[in-house]
T-cell receptor, first 113, second 107 residues
Framework: GAGVSQSPSNKVTEKGKDVELRCDPI?????LYWYRQSLGQGLEFLIY????????KSGLPSDRFSAERTGGSVSTLTIQRTQQEDSAVYLC???????????FGAGTRLSVL | GQNIDQPTEMTATEGAIVQINCTYQ??????LFWYQQHAGEAPTFLSY????GLEEKGRFSSFLSRSKGYSYLLLKELQMKDSASYLC????????FGAGTILRVKS
């Protein structure tokens, strides 16, 4: 697509439920990144994909968080048994080339009640 | 560590010039990005410096000194729409984002 697309744009869920967030990167971009941004805070790195593999998962906060990428394109971030502290904006970015200029989607605003 | 230090907030007047400074740890450095983020929106790419010196792009310029671990973003002829958070980002083995500098432009 023309830009990075994320869905849903907003998600409200109850504590303990699972949620799945989707990212569709710019066509042809091999690198894909997930970040989390809490209100008034900087971006927190979660996970990085190169193609379908994830060389760096170091930012995932707990084993409730997982992500996958298929076909070198769409990625899903899954949060199991959501907690209130998971409430944040989840941003996805994609890039291509050595400069690693990342282009961001509009994000998914997750609210856990 | 990967600490990126930039001021939390700055205020400037429409039409003026403002400089936003950023310092970072020099180890493991591949490049320095600046991103702009309007409230409630995703960050957008502004500039990328990999060599020392000044890169100019319209009203925005970015400077890098690799030996000092220092960069700045210079915004000229400020407009109200420039009110946003400006993120200094170090590119090492991955991107590390600073917390951002909230710039308020007043008339």
């Amino acid at each position: 697509g023309a830009g990075v697309s994320q869905s849903p744009s907003n998600k409200v869920t109850e504590k303990g439920k699972d949620v799945e967030l989707r990212c569709d990167p710019i066509s042809g971009h091999t690198a894909l990144y997930w970040y989390r941004q809490s209100l008034g805070q900087g971006l927190e790195f979660l996970i990085y994909f190169q193609g379908n593999s994830a060389p760096d998962k170091s930012g995932l906060p707990s084993d409730r968080f997982s992500a996958e990428r298929t076909g070198g394109s769409v990625s899903t971030l899954t949060i199991q048994r959501t907690q209130q502290e998971d409430s944040a904006v989840y941003l996805c970015a994609s890039s291509q080339g050595a400069k690693n200029i990342q282009y961001f989607g509009a994000g998914t605003r997750l609210s856990v009640l | 560590g990967q600490n990126i230090d930039q001021p939390t907030e700055m205020t400037a007047t429409e039409g003026a010039i403002v400089q936003i400074n950023c310092t970072y740890q020099t180890s493991g450095f591949n490049g320095l990005f600046w991103y702009q983020q309007h409230a409630g929106e995703a960050p957008t790419f502004l500039s990328y410096n990999v060599l020392d010196g000044l890169e100019e792009k319209g009203r925005f310029s970015s400077f890098l000194s690799r030996s000092k671990g220092y960069s700045y973003l210079l915004l000229k002829e400020l407009q109200m729409k420039d009110s946003a958070s400006y993120l200094c980002v170090k590119y090492g083995n991955k991107l590390v984002f600073g917390a951002g500098t909230i710039l308020r432009v007043k008339s």
